[in-house]
């Protein structure tokens, strides 16, 4: 069993990592135009055929009584797996279930944007059905939120795109979806926030409860260093300068409200802080998950009050 459900509060509102496995990737292609002499410093362990791990790390939060996922991982269907290269088994439908969540509770599926490793299981082939027959919604009651322009682009994909934009995770929830124009607020605690770089209508999702707030970065960097460095934009971003300029902006902000920061590629569970270091640089800083213990104590026994804490993640 993978490691998941590791758990954070932002506020009022838990949140859960829940984990897609993890998988190897081309390390030249997520550092760009960045020489290897630098990169290697900083990639950790590389394979013999230069990919470096990337985590696939998806988010489980109860906000308002909506029960909403962020990111939906590689999936699982005939050859997803198989493109990814995942170095370790293990599900996200596995990862909601240990949560005791299951597909049909999901309220609202979120994308940050379509590529491949994002949507996965946004759709699934159904039980017991033949390898080739036709993918179905694996949240059959869930809304999916994503971006107007990320939706069209994927959909019309070119001849660099079409590899990462595959219909079968895009043409089964083509009546499902809620197309975003900009920001959009999802639940009080829960809004959609343009974030283009990555791919033009890539978002982020930003979770905000009393006085505090994080962020889900989506893939506005698939390597913590690239945070922390301006100019290390990865090299599968399709508009880099936008990206450099969208990541300045958002780290800047994050330093200055000591908000959580959160992002998909990250080793389990990718989530912590950015600082700023005396000589004036950012910096990424773990955040530990909190002890479970300390779920079951605060929790406990409170369960039938649950939403009104902002929804917690045991099973009802
Ligand atoms: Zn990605």
């Known amino acids: 069993?993978?490691?998941?459900?590791?758990?954070?509060?932002?506020?009022?509102?838990?949140?859960?990592?829940?984990?897609?496995?993890?998988?190897w990737y081309d390390a030249g292609a997520i550092f760009g135009v960045v020489p290897r002499v630098m990169w290697?410093?900083?990639?950790?362990?590389?394979?013999?055929?230069?990919?470096?791990?990337?985590?696939?790390?998806?988010?489980?939060?109860?906000?308002?009584?909506?029960?909403?996922?962020?990111?939906?991982?590689?999936?699982?269907?005939?050859?997803?797996?198989?493109?990814?290269?995942?170095?370790?088994?293990?599900?996200?439908?596995?990862?909601?279930?240990?949560?005791?969540?299951?597909?049909?509770?999901?309220?609202?599926?979120?994308?940050?944007?379509?590529?491949?490793?994002?949507?996965?299981?946004?759709?699934?082939?159904?039980?017991?059905?033949?390898?080739?027959?036709?993918?179905?919604?694996?949240?059959?009651?869930?809304?999916?939120?994503?971006?107007?322009?990320?939706?069209?682009?994927?959909?019309?994909?070119?001849?660099?795109?079409?590899?990462?934009y595959l219909s079968r995770n895009l043409d089964p929830i083509a009546d499902r979806?809620?197309?975003?124009?900009?920001?959009?607020?999802?639940?009080?605690?829960v809004i959609f926030v343009p974030a283009p770089g990555h791919t033009d209508g890539h978002s982020t999702v930003?979770?905000?409860?009393?006085?505090?707030?994080?962020?889900?970065?989506?893939?506005?960097?698939q390597h913590r260093t690239q945070l922390e460095r301006t100019p290390w934009v990865s090299g599968l971003d399709t508009l880099p300068l936008v990206s450099m300029e969208t990541k300045k902006r958002l780290m800047d902000e994050c330093i200055e409200a000591g908000a959580l920061v959160m992002f998909c590629h990250g080793a389990y569970p990718g989530v912590g802080r950015m600082t700023r270091t005396p000589e004036g640089y950012r910096k990424w800083v773990d955040v530990e998950p909190l002890p479970p213990e300390a779920f079951a104590r605060e929790h406990g026994g409170h369960e039938d009050g649950g939403h009104e804490h902002g929804g917690h993640l045991h099973p009802h």
């Open 1 to 23: 069993m993978i490691p998941s459900g590791a758990k954070f509060r932002i506020g009022g509102v838990d949140l859960a990592v829940v984990n897609d496995g993890t998988y």
């Open 40 to 164: 290697e410093r900083v990639s950790g362990p590389l394979d013999d055929r230069y990919r470096i791990p990337l985590g696939l790390n998806c988010l489980l939060l109860r906000s308002q009584g909506k029960t909403i996922l962020i990111e939906t991982g590689v999936g699982a269907k005939p050859g997803d797996r198989d493109a990814a290269s995942p170095a370790e088994e293990g599900t996200l439908l596995d990862s909601l279930g240990a949560l005791g969540v299951t597909p049909e509770e999901v309220d609202i599926v979120v994308n940050t944007h379509l590529h491949a490793d994002h949507c996965g299981w946004n759709t699934t082939i159904p039980n017991g059905g033949a390898p080739d027959a036709a993918p179905v919604p694996t949240f059959p009651n869930a809304r999916y939120v994503v971006s107007a322009r990320e939706w069209e682009d994927a959909t019309h994909p070119n001849e660099r795109t079409r590899a990462t």
């Open 177 to 189: 979806l809620d197309l975003m124009d900009g920001e959009h607020r999802i639940t009080d605690e």
């Open 206 to 221: 930003v979770v905000r409860s009393g006085q505090e707030w994080g962020v889900y970065l989506g893939d506005l960097a």
